[in-house]
């Protein structure tokens, strides 16, 4: 039986450099230890959240909101520990 379902999760940059390089390459490390499917929404954009080049493109600033989406396997395991990132502000705060 197909237990997949659609997770999505709204969250905020809390950091005040926002979604720059570092935060960025460590997010696409953390999404890619998972099978799921990982995408970030912001606006009209969606991008592949295992692409820093994508990642990078949102450059996403402090109060920025996103909508997180995954899909897959191991997709409420991928979606605790990306939403925790956010939620500690990368590190950062």
């Known amino acids: 039986m197909n237990s997949l379902k659609l997770i999505k ?3 905020e940059i809390k950091n005040r450099a926002g979604l720059h ?7 696409v490390k953390l ?3 998972f099978k799921s499917e990982f995408y970030l929404y912001q ?5 592949n959240g295992k692409s820093i ?8 600033e402090q109060g ?3 909508t997180l ?3 897959g396997e191991d997709e409420d395991e991928a979606a605790s520990e990306i939403e925790d990132y956010f939620s500690r502000g ?3 705060l």
């Open 9 to 11: 999760k709204e969250v």
């Open 21 to 27: 390089t570092r935060p960025a390459a460590t997010l």
């Open 31 to 33: 999404a890619s230890k």
């Open 43 to 47: 606006d009209d954009m969606s991008i």
């Open 53 to 60: 080049i994508g990642v990078m493109t949102l450059c996403a």
């Open 64 to 66: 920025s909101k996103l």
């Open 69 to 71: 989406m995954f899909e």
């Open 90 to 92: 990368f590190d950062e």
